[in-house]
Protein backbone atom coordinates (compact mmCIF):
# COMPACT_ATOMS: atom_id res chain seq x y z
CA UNK A 1 0.00 0.00 0.00
CA UNK A 2 1.62 3.43 -1.15
CA UNK A 3 -0.55 6.67 0.35
CA UNK A 4 0.37 10.20 -0.47
CA UNK A 5 -0.64 13.21 1.97
CA UNK A 6 -1.47 16.04 -0.60
CA UNK A 7 -2.91 19.78 0.28
CA UNK A 8 -6.15 20.93 -1.57
CA UNK A 9 -4.80 23.90 -2.70
CA UNK A 10 -6.99 25.52 -5.35
CA UNK A 11 -4.17 27.01 -7.14
CA UNK A 12 -2.93 23.46 -8.42
CA UNK A 13 -6.46 22.35 -10.45
CA UNK A 14 -6.58 23.39 -14.14
CA UNK A 15 -8.71 25.97 -14.20
CA UNK A 16 -6.27 27.98 -11.92
CA UNK A 17 -3.87 27.79 -14.21
CA UNK A 18 -1.20 30.79 -14.69
CA UNK A 19 1.08 32.09 -16.68
CA UNK A 20 3.50 31.51 -14.35
CA UNK A 21 2.96 29.24 -11.59
CA UNK A 22 2.89 30.04 -8.36
CA UNK A 23 3.58 26.93 -6.69
CA UNK A 24 5.73 25.02 -8.96
CA UNK A 25 7.86 22.90 -6.16
CA UNK A 26 4.34 21.95 -4.86
CA UNK A 27 2.31 21.48 -8.27
CA UNK A 28 5.59 19.06 -9.16
CA UNK A 29 5.77 17.34 -5.69
CA UNK A 30 2.10 16.49 -5.82
CA UNK A 31 2.34 15.51 -9.15
CA UNK A 32 5.03 12.70 -8.67
CA UNK A 33 3.38 11.69 -5.07
CA UNK A 34 -0.27 11.33 -6.82
CA UNK A 35 0.84 9.60 -9.78
CA UNK A 36 2.44 7.27 -7.37
CA UNK A 37 0.35 6.20 -4.98
CA UNK A 38 -2.53 3.98 -4.35
CA UNK A 39 -4.52 6.46 -1.95
CA UNK A 40 -4.01 10.03 -1.82
CA UNK A 41 -5.41 12.04 1.40
CA UNK A 42 -6.05 15.41 0.95
CA UNK A 43 -4.99 17.70 4.30
CA UNK A 44 -2.78 20.53 5.29
CA UNK A 45 -2.24 22.90 8.28
CA UNK A 46 -2.88 26.24 9.48
CA UNK A 47 -3.55 29.39 7.23
CA UNK A 48 -2.98 32.09 9.74
CA UNK A 49 0.76 31.40 10.67
CA UNK A 50 1.58 34.72 9.66
CA UNK A 51 1.10 38.01 9.22
CA UNK A 52 0.66 37.69 5.51
CA UNK A 53 -1.09 34.28 5.66
CA UNK A 54 -4.79 34.41 3.98
CA UNK A 55 -6.46 34.32 7.58
CA UNK A 56 -5.32 36.61 9.93
CA UNK A 57 -2.57 35.93 12.17
CA UNK A 58 -2.79 33.42 15.19
CA UNK A 59 0.10 32.84 17.67
CA UNK A 60 -0.84 28.90 18.03
CA UNK A 61 -0.90 28.50 14.05
CA UNK A 62 2.93 26.58 14.03
CA UNK A 63 2.92 25.46 17.11
CA UNK A 64 -0.24 23.41 15.73
CA UNK A 65 1.14 23.01 12.51
CA UNK A 66 4.55 21.56 14.13
CA UNK A 67 2.22 18.84 16.52
CA UNK A 68 0.51 17.86 13.33
CA UNK A 69 3.50 17.00 11.13
CA UNK A 70 5.19 15.02 14.46
CA UNK A 71 2.00 13.02 14.42
CA UNK A 72 1.91 12.55 10.46
CA UNK A 73 5.56 11.84 9.95
CA UNK A 74 6.02 9.17 13.01
CA UNK A 75 3.22 8.29 11.78
CA UNK A 76 1.24 8.36 15.19
CA UNK A 77 -2.42 7.24 14.03
CA UNK A 78 -4.11 7.86 17.69
CA UNK A 79 -2.49 11.65 18.13
CA UNK A 80 -3.91 11.70 14.43
CA UNK A 81 -7.27 10.92 15.49
CA UNK A 82 -6.90 12.85 18.21
CA UNK A 83 -6.16 16.17 16.45
CA UNK A 84 -8.83 19.37 17.71
CA UNK A 85 -10.77 20.09 14.99
CA UNK A 86 -12.17 22.78 16.68
CA UNK A 87 -8.89 23.94 17.09
CA UNK A 88 -8.16 23.41 13.43
CA UNK A 89 -11.31 25.29 11.86
CA UNK A 90 -9.91 28.26 13.78
CA UNK A 91 -6.49 28.18 12.65
CA UNK A 92 -7.89 27.47 8.78
CA UNK A 93 -6.63 24.47 8.87
CA UNK A 94 -8.33 21.48 6.68
CA UNK A 95 -7.82 17.87 8.84
CA UNK A 96 -11.40 16.77 7.93
CA UNK A 97 -9.21 13.71 7.16
CA UNK A 98 -6.77 12.95 10.04
CA UNK A 99 -9.42 10.32 11.01
CA UNK A 100 -9.48 8.53 7.60
CA UNK A 101 -5.47 8.31 7.55
CA UNK A 102 -5.36 7.18 11.18
CA UNK A 103 -7.40 4.42 10.23
CA UNK A 104 -5.17 3.62 6.77
CA UNK A 105 -1.75 3.79 8.65
CA UNK A 106 -3.12 1.69 12.04
CA UNK A 107 -1.46 -0.98 13.05
CA UNK A 108 1.42 -0.99 10.50
CA UNK A 109 4.91 -0.28 10.00
CA UNK A 110 5.70 2.82 7.72
CA UNK A 111 8.63 4.13 5.87
CA UNK A 112 7.50 7.94 5.47
CA UNK A 113 8.95 10.34 3.02
CA UNK A 114 8.34 14.43 2.99
CA UNK A 115 8.61 15.13 -0.53
CA UNK A 116 7.31 19.21 0.19
CA UNK A 117 7.32 20.56 3.68
CA UNK A 118 6.87 24.52 3.34
CA UNK A 119 4.24 27.79 3.68
CA UNK A 120 5.37 30.09 0.55
CA UNK A 121 1.73 31.42 1.21
CA UNK A 122 1.48 31.32 4.63
CA UNK A 123 -0.70 28.22 4.66
CA UNK A 124 1.35 25.06 5.93
CA UNK A 125 1.77 22.45 2.66
CA UNK A 126 3.13 18.92 3.00
CA UNK A 127 3.32 16.33 0.29
CA UNK A 128 4.34 12.78 1.99
CA UNK A 129 4.95 9.78 0.90
CA UNK A 130 4.01 6.37 2.74
CA UNK A 131 4.84 2.80 1.88
CA UNK A 132 4.79 -0.26 4.06
CA UNK A 133 7.93 -0.98 5.48
CA UNK A 134 7.79 -4.84 5.29
CA UNK A 135 6.82 -4.60 1.41
CA UNK B 1 -2.73 30.59 -37.91
CA UNK B 2 -1.71 34.37 -38.56
CA UNK B 3 1.93 34.94 -41.18
CA UNK B 4 3.54 38.03 -41.04
CA UNK B 5 6.65 37.58 -43.07
CA UNK B 6 8.73 35.36 -41.76
CA UNK B 7 7.17 34.75 -38.53
CA UNK B 8 4.02 32.12 -38.08
CA UNK B 9 1.82 32.99 -34.99
CA UNK B 10 -0.16 29.62 -34.18
CA UNK B 11 -1.95 31.17 -31.03
CA UNK B 12 -4.94 33.69 -30.86
CA UNK B 13 -2.92 36.33 -28.53
CA UNK B 14 -3.01 39.89 -29.43
CA UNK B 15 -0.05 41.57 -30.60
CA UNK B 16 0.97 45.30 -30.21
CA UNK B 17 2.24 47.21 -33.30
CA UNK B 18 4.48 49.98 -31.97
CA UNK B 19 4.56 53.13 -34.44
CA UNK B 20 7.95 54.20 -35.69
CA UNK B 21 8.12 57.05 -37.39
CA UNK B 22 10.64 58.16 -39.58
CA UNK B 23 8.99 61.90 -40.76
CA UNK B 24 9.40 65.22 -39.77
CA UNK B 25 6.19 66.28 -39.19
CA UNK B 26 3.90 63.50 -37.52
CA UNK B 27 0.75 64.53 -36.03
CA UNK B 28 1.80 62.65 -32.43
CA UNK B 29 5.61 62.80 -31.99
CA UNK B 30 6.33 65.68 -34.31
CA UNK B 31 9.88 64.24 -35.85
CA UNK B 32 11.21 62.82 -32.75
CA UNK B 33 12.44 59.75 -34.55
CA UNK B 34 12.91 61.42 -37.92
CA UNK B 35 17.34 61.01 -37.74
CA UNK B 36 17.76 57.54 -38.17
CA UNK B 37 19.81 56.90 -35.00
CA UNK B 38 16.39 58.20 -33.11
CA UNK B 39 14.24 56.03 -35.03
CA UNK B 40 16.86 53.14 -34.26
CA UNK B 41 16.66 53.94 -30.34
CA UNK B 42 13.02 53.98 -30.89
CA UNK B 43 12.97 50.55 -32.29
CA UNK B 44 15.39 49.07 -29.29
CA UNK B 45 12.73 50.69 -26.71
CA UNK B 46 9.87 49.54 -27.89
CA UNK B 47 10.90 46.06 -28.38
CA UNK B 48 12.23 46.09 -24.56
CA UNK B 49 8.54 47.05 -23.80
CA UNK B 50 7.32 44.48 -25.28
CA UNK B 51 6.49 45.30 -29.34
CA UNK B 52 5.41 42.49 -31.23
CA UNK B 53 6.11 43.98 -34.38
CA UNK B 54 7.08 47.72 -35.57
CA UNK B 55 5.56 50.09 -37.90
CA UNK B 56 7.77 52.24 -40.02
CA UNK B 57 6.32 55.25 -41.66
CA UNK B 58 8.07 57.47 -43.92
CA UNK B 59 5.13 59.85 -44.93
CA UNK B 60 3.04 61.83 -42.03
CA UNK B 61 -0.78 60.19 -43.01
CA UNK B 62 -2.29 64.26 -42.73
CA UNK B 63 -1.95 66.89 -44.86
CA UNK B 64 1.71 68.39 -45.31
CA UNK B 65 4.52 68.92 -47.60
CA UNK B 66 5.25 66.37 -50.10
CA UNK B 67 7.10 63.47 -50.09
CA UNK B 68 7.72 61.70 -53.40
CA UNK B 69 8.78 58.17 -53.59
CA UNK B 70 12.09 58.37 -53.96
CA UNK B 71 12.22 60.81 -50.63
CA UNK B 72 9.95 57.93 -48.90
CA UNK B 73 12.27 55.24 -49.92
CA UNK B 74 15.23 57.46 -48.76
CA UNK B 75 13.63 57.43 -45.60
CA UNK B 76 12.42 54.16 -44.89
CA UNK B 77 13.88 51.97 -47.34
CA UNK B 78 17.78 51.43 -45.93
CA UNK B 79 16.06 51.75 -42.74
CA UNK B 80 14.28 48.77 -42.53
CA UNK B 81 17.48 47.08 -43.85
CA UNK B 82 19.17 48.63 -41.01
CA UNK B 83 16.33 47.20 -38.36
CA UNK B 84 16.22 43.62 -39.69
CA UNK B 85 20.27 43.63 -39.21
CA UNK B 86 19.53 44.77 -35.20
CA UNK B 87 16.80 42.91 -34.66
CA UNK B 88 16.53 39.59 -36.93
CA UNK B 89 13.21 38.16 -35.54
CA UNK B 90 11.73 41.10 -34.95
CA UNK B 91 8.15 41.62 -37.86
CA UNK B 92 8.93 44.39 -39.59
CA UNK B 93 5.98 46.53 -40.91
CA UNK B 94 5.98 49.41 -43.19
CA UNK B 95 3.44 51.97 -43.74
CA UNK B 96 3.31 52.67 -47.19
CA UNK B 97 0.18 52.79 -50.57
CA UNK B 98 3.00 52.78 -52.84
CA UNK B 99 3.87 49.80 -54.88
CA UNK B 100 7.65 51.07 -55.96
CA UNK B 101 8.36 51.75 -52.07
CA UNK B 102 6.90 48.35 -51.16
CA UNK B 103 9.41 46.47 -53.17
CA UNK B 104 12.65 48.40 -51.92
CA UNK B 105 11.17 47.72 -48.44
CA UNK B 106 10.33 43.88 -48.86
CA UNK B 107 13.75 43.78 -50.40
CA UNK B 108 15.23 44.78 -47.08
CA UNK B 109 13.52 42.48 -44.97
CA UNK B 110 9.85 44.14 -44.20
CA UNK B 111 7.37 41.51 -43.76
CA UNK B 112 4.63 42.97 -43.76
CA UNK B 113 2.47 46.19 -45.85
CA UNK B 114 0.49 48.87 -43.93
CA UNK B 115 -1.56 50.28 -46.91
CA UNK B 116 -3.48 52.82 -44.78
CA UNK B 117 -5.18 54.40 -47.65
CA UNK B 118 -6.80 51.30 -49.28
CA UNK B 119 -5.24 49.79 -52.09
CA UNK B 120 -4.83 53.33 -53.76
CA UNK B 121 -2.00 51.87 -55.85
CA UNK B 122 -3.57 49.02 -57.49
CA UNK B 123 0.09 47.01 -57.75
CA UNK B 124 0.56 46.96 -54.09
CA UNK B 125 -1.08 43.38 -53.63
CA UNK B 126 1.50 42.29 -56.10
CA UNK B 127 4.48 43.03 -54.68
CA UNK B 128 3.09 41.62 -51.55
CA UNK B 129 2.32 38.69 -53.13
CA UNK B 130 5.54 38.34 -55.30
CA UNK B 131 7.55 38.60 -51.65
CA UNK B 132 5.12 36.52 -49.62
CA UNK B 133 4.80 39.33 -47.38
CA UNK B 134 1.16 40.06 -45.33
CA UNK B 135 -1.09 43.22 -46.17
CA UNK B 136 -3.14 45.34 -43.80
CA UNK B 137 -6.06 45.97 -46.08
CA UNK B 138 -7.73 49.20 -44.86
CA UNK B 139 -11.23 50.72 -44.95
CA UNK B 140 -10.76 54.36 -46.03
CA UNK B 141 -14.14 55.28 -48.10
CA UNK B 142 -12.46 55.71 -51.39
CA UNK B 143 -10.46 58.86 -49.72
CA UNK B 144 -6.93 59.83 -51.84
CA UNK B 145 -3.62 59.46 -49.96
CA UNK B 146 -3.11 62.71 -47.49
CA UNK B 147 -6.41 63.79 -47.66
CA UNK B 148 -8.97 64.87 -44.61
CA UNK B 149 -12.66 63.52 -44.85
CA UNK B 150 -15.41 66.11 -45.86
CA UNK B 151 -18.77 64.87 -45.05
CA UNK B 152 -18.30 61.15 -45.71
CA UNK B 153 -20.84 59.60 -45.50
CA UNK B 154 -22.43 55.94 -45.19
CA UNK B 155 -25.90 54.10 -44.88
CA UNK B 156 -23.77 52.10 -42.67
CA UNK B 157 -20.36 52.63 -41.82
CA UNK B 158 -19.40 49.21 -40.34
CA UNK B 159 -20.84 47.52 -43.55
CA UNK B 160 -18.80 49.91 -45.68
CA UNK B 161 -15.60 48.83 -43.67
CA UNK B 162 -16.55 45.13 -44.20
CA UNK B 163 -17.28 45.23 -47.61
CA UNK B 164 -14.20 46.84 -48.62
CA UNK B 165 -11.73 45.60 -46.26
CA UNK B 166 -13.19 42.20 -47.88
CA UNK B 167 -12.67 43.13 -51.54
CA UNK B 168 -9.23 44.88 -50.88
CA UNK B 169 -8.74 41.14 -49.27
CA UNK B 170 -10.34 39.11 -52.11
CA UNK B 171 -7.63 41.42 -54.63
CA UNK B 172 -4.59 40.70 -52.50
CA UNK B 173 -5.40 36.67 -52.22
CA UNK B 174 -5.85 36.79 -56.03
CA UNK B 175 -2.67 38.50 -56.04
CA UNK B 176 -1.01 35.67 -54.63
CA UNK B 177 -0.94 36.55 -51.38
CA UNK B 178 -1.35 33.76 -48.03
CA UNK B 179 -4.69 34.06 -46.64
CA UNK B 180 -3.26 33.78 -43.39
CA UNK B 181 -0.94 36.87 -44.87
CA UNK B 182 -4.33 39.06 -44.89
CA UNK B 183 -5.41 41.50 -42.19
CA UNK B 184 -8.13 43.78 -41.97
CA UNK B 185 -8.47 47.49 -40.35
CA UNK B 186 -11.46 49.63 -40.02
CA UNK B 187 -9.23 52.74 -40.24
CA UNK B 188 -10.49 55.03 -37.35
CA UNK B 189 -10.30 58.58 -38.66
CA UNK B 190 -9.87 57.85 -42.28
CA UNK B 191 -12.55 58.31 -44.45
CA UNK B 192 -14.64 59.00 -41.17
CA UNK B 193 -15.76 61.36 -38.77
CA UNK B 194 -15.72 61.01 -34.68
CA UNK B 195 -18.97 59.68 -34.96
CA UNK B 196 -17.99 56.97 -37.55
CA UNK B 197 -15.26 55.87 -35.76
CA UNK B 198 -16.91 55.64 -32.45
CA UNK B 199 -20.00 53.38 -34.04
CA UNK B 200 -17.15 51.03 -35.64
CA UNK B 201 -15.55 51.02 -32.24
CA UNK B 202 -18.89 49.96 -30.68
CA UNK B 203 -19.58 47.68 -33.55
CA UNK B 204 -16.10 45.93 -33.81
CA UNK B 205 -17.32 42.55 -33.17
CA UNK B 206 -19.07 42.53 -36.54
CA UNK B 207 -15.65 42.99 -38.39
CA UNK B 208 -13.62 40.28 -35.80
CA UNK B 209 -15.84 37.35 -37.16
CA UNK B 210 -15.78 37.97 -40.81
CA UNK B 211 -12.42 36.20 -41.00
CA UNK B 212 -9.58 37.86 -40.52
CA UNK B 213 -7.37 39.58 -38.12
CA UNK B 214 -8.70 42.58 -37.39
CA UNK B 215 -5.98 45.43 -36.97
CA UNK B 216 -7.08 48.69 -34.64
CA UNK B 217 -4.81 51.83 -35.14
CA UNK B 218 -6.47 54.04 -32.29
CA UNK B 219 -3.64 55.96 -31.07
CA UNK B 220 -4.06 59.32 -29.95
CA UNK B 221 -5.99 60.09 -32.84
CA UNK B 222 -8.37 62.95 -33.76
CA UNK B 223 -11.89 60.97 -33.04
CA UNK B 224 -10.33 60.20 -29.24
CA UNK B 225 -9.43 64.49 -28.95
CA UNK B 226 -12.64 65.20 -30.13
CA UNK B 227 -15.06 63.20 -28.35
CA UNK B 228 -12.92 64.08 -24.73
CA UNK B 229 -11.80 67.28 -25.87
CA UNK B 230 -8.12 67.25 -25.84
CA UNK B 231 -5.54 68.05 -27.97
CA UNK B 232 -2.77 65.20 -29.24
CA UNK B 233 -0.21 64.76 -26.29
CA UNK B 234 -3.53 64.27 -23.66
CA UNK B 235 -4.99 61.20 -25.35
CA UNK B 236 -3.30 58.32 -23.33
CA UNK B 237 -6.67 57.54 -21.65
CA UNK B 238 -8.77 58.02 -24.10
CA UNK B 239 -7.09 55.58 -26.30
CA UNK B 240 -6.78 53.01 -23.58
CA UNK B 241 -10.58 53.23 -23.42
CA UNK B 242 -10.91 52.21 -26.98
CA UNK B 243 -8.21 50.01 -26.72
CA UNK B 244 -10.08 47.96 -23.94
CA UNK B 245 -13.60 47.89 -25.74
CA UNK B 246 -11.42 47.03 -29.52
CA UNK B 247 -9.89 44.00 -27.01
CA UNK B 248 -13.36 43.04 -25.76
CA UNK B 249 -14.58 42.33 -29.12
CA UNK B 250 -11.13 40.32 -30.10
CA UNK B 251 -8.98 43.25 -32.36
CA UNK B 252 -5.73 41.08 -33.01
CA UNK B 253 -3.82 43.93 -33.67
CA UNK B 254 -3.05 47.21 -31.83
CA UNK B 255 -0.84 49.92 -33.54
CA UNK B 256 0.02 52.27 -31.04
CA UNK B 257 2.31 55.04 -29.76
CA UNK B 258 2.74 53.36 -26.40
CA UNK B 259 3.27 49.99 -25.96
CA UNK B 260 4.04 49.36 -22.48
CA UNK B 261 0.21 50.81 -21.74
CA UNK B 262 -1.37 48.89 -24.49
CA UNK B 263 -0.15 46.13 -23.53
CA UNK B 264 -1.45 45.93 -20.13
CA UNK B 265 -4.88 46.98 -21.29
CA UNK B 266 -5.29 44.48 -24.11
CA UNK B 267 -3.64 41.49 -21.89
CA UNK B 268 -5.90 42.38 -19.21
CA UNK B 269 -8.91 42.75 -21.39
CA UNK B 270 -8.10 39.53 -22.94
CA UNK B 271 -7.94 37.48 -19.01
CA UNK B 272 -11.01 39.51 -18.52
CA UNK B 273 -12.60 37.74 -21.84
CA UNK B 274 -11.12 34.59 -20.54
CA UNK B 275 -8.74 33.96 -23.46
CA UNK B 276 -5.62 34.16 -21.65
CA UNK B 277 -4.84 33.23 -18.09
CA UNK B 278 -3.42 35.89 -15.36
CA UNK B 279 0.04 36.44 -15.25
CA UNK B 280 0.40 35.24 -11.65
CA UNK B 281 -2.86 34.36 -9.76
CA UNK B 282 -2.76 33.10 -5.96
CA UNK B 283 -4.79 34.98 -4.41
CA UNK B 284 -7.47 33.09 -2.39
CA UNK B 285 -5.91 29.82 -3.74
CA UNK B 286 -3.39 28.90 -1.78
Known amino acids: MRIAVVPDAPVLRPEHASLVDPAPQLRAAVAEATAWAERVVCLNGSARRT???????DERAVSFDR????????????????????????????????????????????????????APYGVAWWVLCYERADG | ???????????????????????PDSFYDRGATYAEDAAMERVAQVVAEGADLIDIGGVKAGYGDY?????????????????????????ISVDTWRSEVARVV???GADVLNDAWGGHDPALVDVAGEFDAAIICTHTGG???RTDPHRPAY??????????TLAYADRALAAGVRKESVVIDPAHDFGKTTFHSLEITRRLEEMTC????????????????ETLGREAGERLPGTLAATAVCAMAGARIYRVHQVRETRDVVDMVWSIAGRRPPYRAIRGLA
Open chain 1, 51 to 57: TTSPGPY
Open chain 2, 1 to 23: MLKLGHRVYEDELPLVMAIVNRT
Open chain 2, 143 to 145: LAP
Open chain 1, 67 to 118: ALLAALTTPDPAALRGVDQALARELWADVSAAGELADLLEGKEWSVRVRYDD
Open chain 2, 106 to 108: LSE
Open chain 2, 67 to 91: VSAQEEIARVGAFVGRVRAAHPDLV
Open chain 2, 210 to 225: VGYPVLVSLSNKDFVG
Open chain 2, 155 to 164: DDVMAAAIAD
